[in-house]
């Protein structure tokens, strides 16, 4: 143990000098060959040297405090969990993260320059018998968390972006990097050209508040040369689910708070949980931001809120039916593929529709599953053809067709005093929908039909198709259009809001929700085009497409108004 302890502190005191002899000036040339004149002025400009960094191995707080003393360091224990470097060795060495106890401190140092500056001391724990003794020998050796920082002066998403473009200009390369939400700041870390130096190979920029977006392009470009990596947290994504449907079921998120921590052993608690086996899963979902741990506990995101039942636009019926049905069909997707057949049905014995309404407390949770992606509904009341019917002379009618349990429907009669509502949909759905329009106080403008697709009510202004065609196959969508088609007079509006596959393959919402179509329901995502062929077959035409959020589109038809002969 002696031994450890001289030679984490030996780096140590030598990351010190470092910290005092250096510059942003004199630094930024060593890391970059080649950076002169302009480039490097207006560097030297937007960030500063503020520290060096080193990955330490105590064996409890005791040995750290020991260590800090004898390289005349202050800094206040315990350390805060440091969220990057613990991904980043979980990752590396193949381990859970809730396993490696990892803090950060920043004891200052003084430079020769007279800036304030600091040494980021990252330790991990390694008790006796732990089995982290290899991993700590191999950090040792590698030195992978040892980097020179920089902050950032002015946080602006076009500096951040010209400073990354600038840095691999002169051979860095993307590193890694995340946000912290601990301390509400986000990490870009580089790995150096060969050519450099200054004797480190990791740059970071550190750059205060929330910066995820520009973020986002940096990882994507690092997973980019690290497919390994690439592919272990993709085969993951599992796991994410489960953690997501298991922390709504057990309702943990509505014990939660959104401001103060709240003690695990409280927690689990409420939940009937065990306190160790909750506390590795909340360290988990901190990874996702769900929530963030602290000293007084765990507090909830913003993320996770939308987890608690009475949150508005609650998802927690969305993670319970992802984690619950639709997760154990995708269990047998490799069945669709191969034979055509539905999953949901192969795996259940009939399709998701008839196995919903066979079940009351199923059917209410996918209902409310479906108001889940209501974000997605904001815009559509203000849509032209729905303000039109609005404004006419008697009010106009808005037919929603299989319209589930009146979410849409309440957002439009709300947004348009004057319009009236028709909602067809199956017996137990109307119910339910009947019941959420009358608490909304909009019972009296609001008829209420029992029945299936051949049911279309005739005479409505506007009619509404939501989430309905890529439940279908293509023949029984043009079956579903021809009844609208039947039921609409020559002035009416046909909204069809679906997810649109783009046709240049860019990434959308869209794909994911074919998969799960495919695999769940029978039904498909469709481009552009492909709508606009059903519409044709059905007498009906294309006039115009709108975005909404989520990926979503709102298809604005009419009827094809008959050629001359």
Known sequence: MITTLSGDTSRLLATVDFVKEQDTAALLPLLFPG??????????????????????????????????????????????PSVVVRERLAVRHRRPAAELDVGILRPAVAGADGEHRTVELFALTVPPGSGLDAMAAHERERQHEAHVAFDVVAPDPLVLRGLCATFARYGATP?????????????????????????????????????????????????????????LRLLTGAWTTQALAVFAQLRVPDAMDDERGVDVGELAREAGARPEKLATLLRYLAMLGAVEEGHDGFRLTELGALLRADAQGSMRALALMYGGPFYRSFAELGHTVRTGQVAFEHLFGENHFDHFARDPGLAE???????AGAAMFDPVPTHPALTAAAEAPAGGTVVDVAGGNGELLGRVLAAHPRLHGVLLERPHAVEAARLRLEEAGHGTRCAF????????????????????????????????????????????????????????????????????????????????????????????????RTPLPLDGNVLHVRKARPTSA
């Not at 020991?66 to 315990?78: E, F, K, N, Q, V």
């Not at 190979?201 to 550190?206: A, G, K, Q, T």
């Not at 949770?365 to 108001?371: K, N, P």
């Not at 005739?458 to 939501?466: E, K, P, Q, R």
Request: aromatic content about 8%.
């Open 35 to 80: 950076l002169d004149g302009p480039e490097l002025r207006a560097l030297v400009e937007r960030c500063r040297f503020s520290h060096s960094a080193l990955l330490v191995f105590p064996s409890d707080e005791a040995e750290l405090r020991a260590m800090l003393t004898d390289c005349g360091l202050l800094a206040s224990l315990p350390a805060q």
């Open 175 to 231: 590193d890694g990097g995340g946000y912290n939400p601990h301390e509400n700041g986000t990490v870009f870390y580089f790995g150096t050209a060969a050519e450099a130096k200054a004797g480190y190979r990791r740059v970071e920029l550190y750059v205060p508040g929330d910066h995820r977006d520009v973020l986002a392009d940096h990882l994507d470009a690092h997973r980019a040369r690290q497919p390994a990596e690439t592919l």
């Open 365 to 371: 949770l996918f209902d409310q599953s479906m108001a």
């Open 449 to 544: 039909v029992a029945g299936d697709f051949a049911d279309v009510p005739a005479g409505g202004d506007v009619y509404v198709l939501s989430r309905v065609l890529h439940d279908w196959d293509d023949e029984r969508c043009r079956e579903i259009l021809r009844h609208c088609a039947r039921a609409m007079p020559d002035h009416a509006d046909l909204l069809v809001v679906e997810r649109v596959l783009p046709s240049d393959g860019s990434v959308s919402l869209a794909t994911a929700w074919d998969l799960h179509m495919m695999c769940n329901v029978g039904g498909r995502e469709r481009q552009a085009g492909h709508y606009g062929g059903l519409f044709a077959d059905a007498g009906l035409v294309l006039v115009d």
